[in-house]
């Protein structure tokens, strides 16, 4: 499965950006998709998830309500809606997939197996 993730930019505080992550393979529908997000100096943090036929969604506190997960298995992509960006939103952010993932890894890095290459975000106040 290769993944491509696209959409970033620069925004100013308040604004809305839409992440895609767009995927090959006609295997997509098996597999659960995450996006994670990494800021300069920090670790890599799990931002949201979704289930192979889009039946449950998964947030970290700091974007729930805000951001929103969702997919197309017809377009074979997932999307990341960002709304009410804020400066500490700003991160290279990555999509990644994996076939078996139990809930509780849901927001662990290592339990997805294929991941795309990041797009820069950039929120400015």
């Known amino acids: 499965v290769q993944l491509q993730a696209s959409g970033g930019g620069s925004a100013q505080a308040g604004d809305s950006l839409r992440l895609s992550c767009a995927t090959s393979?006609?295997?997509?529908?098996?597999?659960?998709v995450g996006w994670f997000r990494q800021a300069p100096g920090k670790e890599r943090e799990f931002v949201a998830a979704?289930?192979?036929?889009?039946?449950?969604?998964y947030y970290t506190n700091t974007v729930r309500g805000r951001f929103t997960i969702s997919r197309d298995n017809a377009k074979t992509t997932v999307y990341l809606q960002m709304n009410g960006l804020k400066p500490e939103d700003t991160a290279v952010y990555y999509c990644?997939?994996?076939?078996?993932?139990?809930?509780?890894?849901?927001?662990?890095?290592?339990?997805?197996?294929?991941w795309g290459q990041g797009t820069l975000v950039t929120v400015s106040s």
């Open positions: 979704i289930r192979k036929n889009g039946s449950n969604t």
């Open positions: 990644a997939a994996g076939a078996r993932i139990i809930l509780s890894n849901i927001q662990n890095p290592r339990a997805y197996d294929y």
């Open positions: 393979g006609r295997t997509f529908s098996g597999y659960d």
